[in-house]
C-alpha cells in the first residue's frame, strides 16, 4: 500500500539549517518526490523536485538515497517567513498522486 | 495575475443543496488536478484531466461529487447533496504535460473553503 509519511512538527532557530525527511517504501522506479510549502488559507507552493541523488535550486536542497525510500528536504539558514506546513508529494506510477500528512515547522527568533 | 484562480474563495451551504467550484488553469497547463483538505491534513487526490479528459476518476469520495472540464480550458467541481463532512478546503492546481521523462510540477490555486452547515 502505498503510504507518504513525514513527522508531524519540528522547531528551529533562525539562520539554522532544517533538515525533513519522507519516507516513501513503495516508490517505484519512474516515481518522482515533489515538495511543497503552505501557509494558512493558502494553496501549497512548489518548492523542489527530484527522482534520485541530490538537487538543488536557490530555496532549498533535496536528498536522495540510492533506495529511494526517503527523501530528505534541505532548508538552509531558515528564518522567521520559513514557518510553515511542509509537504512531500509522491506520484505512485502515475496517477496515484499520494501527500504526506505534513511538518509543521516553527522558526522561532 | 497568471496564476491558478479558483472561485469562490469561500462558499456556506446548508446539508443537502448542490455546490459548484470553478478553477481557471495557468493558461499554457493541459493537466488539471482537484484535491480535498481537511484540516491538519495533507491534501487528499481526488481527480485530475489531461484537456478535457479525465484520466483519473476513482479516487472521487462518493458518487456525490463529480467534475467537468469540457473545453479543456477551466473545471469545475461539483458536490450534490452536501453533508457536514463534506466540510473542507478544495484546492485546484495545474501543470504542464510533457513527454520528456520528467514529472510535472503543478501549481496550485488558493483553494475553495466550503462550511456545510
Known sequence: ????????????????EVNITCSHNNIATNDYITWYQQFPSQGPRF????????VTNEVASLFIPADRKSSTLSLPRV???????YYCLVDYQG????????TELSVKP | DTG??????HKITKRGQNVTFRCDPISE???????RQTLGQGPEFLTYFQNEAQLEKSRLLSDRFSAE???????????QRTEQGDSAMYLCASSPYTTSGHEN?????????????
Open chain 2, 29 to 35: 497547463h493541459n493537466r488539471l488536478y482537484w484535491y
Open chain 2, 69 to 79: 472540464r469540457p473545453k479543456g480550458s477551466f473545471s469545475t467541481l461539483e458536490i
Open chain 1, 95 to 102: 496517477g496515484k498522486l499520494i501527500f504526506g500528512q505534513g
Open chain 2, 4 to 9: 491558478v484562480s479558483q472561485d469562490p474563495r
Open chain 1, 47 to 54: 518548492i523542489i523536485q527530484g527522482y534520485k541523488t541530490k
Open chain 1, 79 to 85: 528564518s522567521l517567513s520559513d514557518t510553515a506546513v
Open chain 2, 105 to 117: 510540477i503543478q501549481y496550485f490555486g488558493a483553494g475553495t473553503r466550503l462550511s456545510v452547515l
Open chain 1, 1 to 16: 500500500l502505498a503510504k507518504t509519511t513525514q513527522p508531524i512538527s519540528m522547531d528551529s532557530y533562525e539562520g539554522q
